[in-house]
């Protein structure tokens, strides 16, 4: 596609149900990035994939939440058991490169609403 | 905790004067990217600057970098309404993972 793109782009849970993001990254990009940005905030690091291999995972902030991208492309953020405080706008970006020489380019973002 | 420190938080200016927001940062780099997000949007990327670059234009776009001082500033020259946004700078921590900081939003006003 010509860009990167998210969907849902907007997601009501009840809490304690389980999400799932999806990302489709731009093609042939090898680094892919999810962040969790709050209303007034600057993007937070949750986790990088280079190609189908999660090498940083430590934004994550439970164990509720999970990342895959199988087969280095499309990539799905999974957040289990869903709490109020997850409400935010979560962000996938991808770059061409594996050492971020290049820029990385955004999706529309998916925001998600626990109610 | 976030790579880069922007300041000011906000900034409010009137349409045809000059912005500058800044950026700190704590290790060192191999470049540092400037992003602005309108409201609601994803991030589009402005400009990068590399590690051995101090200064670097696009439009109305100036950046400079001082690895020394570890700090880059944005310079957007002859405001308009809409460069209104929040403008972000980003560096790599470690090889790979990019880290933004809290941002500057910027307003011009009519």
């Known amino acids: 596609g010509a860009g990167v793109s998210q969907s849902p782009r907007y997601k009501v849970a009840k809490r304690g149900q389980d999400v799932a993001l999806r990302c489709d990254p731009i093609s042939g990009h090898v680094s892919l990035f999810w962040y969790q940005q709050a209303l007034g905030q600057g993007p937070e690091f949750l986790t990088y994939?280079?190609?189908?291999?999660?090498?940083?995972k430590s934004g994550l902030p439970s164990d509720r939440f999970f990342a895959e991208r199988p087969e280095g492309s499309v990539s799905t953020l999974k957040i289990q058991r869903t709490q109020q405080e997850d409400s935010a706008v979560y962000l996938c970006?991808?770059?061409?490169?594996?050492?971020?020489?290049?820029?990385?380019?955004f999706g529309q973002g998916t925001r998600l609403t626990v109610v | 905790s976030q790579q880069g420190e922007e300041d000011p938080q906000a900034l409010s200016i009137q349409e045809g004067e000059n912005a500058t927001m800044n950026c700190s940062y704590k290790?060192?780099?191999?470049?540092l990217q400037w992003y602005r997000q309108n409201s609601g949007r994803g991030l589009v990327h402005l400009i990068l600057i590399r590690s051995n670059e101090r200064e670097k234009h696009s439009g109305r776009l100036r950046v400079t970098l001082d690895t020394s001082k570890k700090s880059s500033s944005l310079l957007i020259t002859a405001s308009r309404a809409a460069d209104t946004a929040s403008y972000f700078c980003?560096?790599?921590?470690?090889?790979?993972?990019?880290?933004f900081g809290q941002g500057t939003r910027l307003t011009i006003n009519p």
């Open positions: 994939f280079q190609n189908e291999a999660q090498l940083d």
């Open positions: 980003a560096t790599v921590q470690g090889a790979q993972k990019l880290v």
């Open positions: 290790t060192s780099i191999n470049n």
């Open positions: 970006a991808s770059s061409l490169d594996r050492f971020q020489n290049t820029e990385a380019f």
